[in-house]
């Protein structure tokens, strides 16, 4: 006698046996909108990435001029403590930058479902810029059901609306 095939069993609604019943389901996960993260970026983009962009040209590099014959390092020297301070807000104040926390956001590991670690803050912010950078990596955001961008997925974290406690 042959083993009834899967499909059938699962097709007349009777239970299935191995690894089906060992299958635990996730819980689902309610992502923020593409609305609110836009906001937090901004936020985070005048109160954080401004002041130091100006202080590089006009203090680091003496003028606007020195700053745009030298693009390269101008840039270096802006992002690089751009994102040394968003990952010391991620990781002190549980996921959440100034911008997060102005529109009631966090941002969770995916798999844990609790505040990443301090290597997947890191990765995510050096990703953030690879996908700002690449304009597949930003906009593929807004066509995703879960609305995960580029650094999002190679980190493994997502943005979630935080809870008040």
């Known amino acids: 006698m042959a083993?009834?095939?899967?499909?059938?069993?699962?097709?007349?609604?009777?239970?299935?046996t191995g690894r089906e019943q060992n299958?635990?389901?996730?819980?689902?996960?309610?992502?923020?909108?593409?609305?609110?993260?836009?906001?937090?970026?901004l936020t985070d983009m005048f109160m954080l990435f401004m002041p130091?962009?100006?202080f590089v040209i006009y203090v680091v590099m003496g003028s606007l001029q020195e700053?745009?014959?030298?693009?390269?390092?101008?840039?270096?020297y802006t992002l690089i403590p751009y994102i040394f301070i968003i990952t010391i807000f991620m990781y002190r104040d549980e996921g959440r930058t100034p911008g997060l926390r102005s529109q009631s956001l966090r941002v969770i590991d995916m798999d844990t479902l609790d505040k990443p670690s301090l290597f997947s803050i890191i990765f995510r912010n050096m990703a953030l810029i690879l996908?700002?950078?690449?304009?597949?990596?930003?906009?593929m955001m807004f066509?995703?059901?879960?609305?995960?961008?580029?650094?999002?997925?190679?980190?493994?974290?997502?943005?979630?609306?935080?809870?008040?406690?």
Not at 23 to 41: C, E, L, M, Q
């Open 131 to 139: 996908s700002i950078l690449t304009l597949f990596g930003w906009i």
């Open 52 to 54: 130091i962009f100006y």
């Open 23 to 41: 299958r635990v389901d996730k819980p689902s996960i309610p992502f923020a909108t593409n609305g609110k993260k836009g906001k937090a970026f």
């Open 143 to 165: 066509f995703r059901k879960d609305k995960l961008g580029l650094h999002d997925l190679l980190s493994r974290t997502c943005v979630i609306p935080s809870v008040s406690k």
């Open 3 to 16: 083993k009834k095939q899967r499909f059938r069993d699962t097709k007349k609604g009777k239970a299935t």
């Open 67 to 76: 700053a745009g014959s030298q693009k390269l390092l101008s840039w270096g």
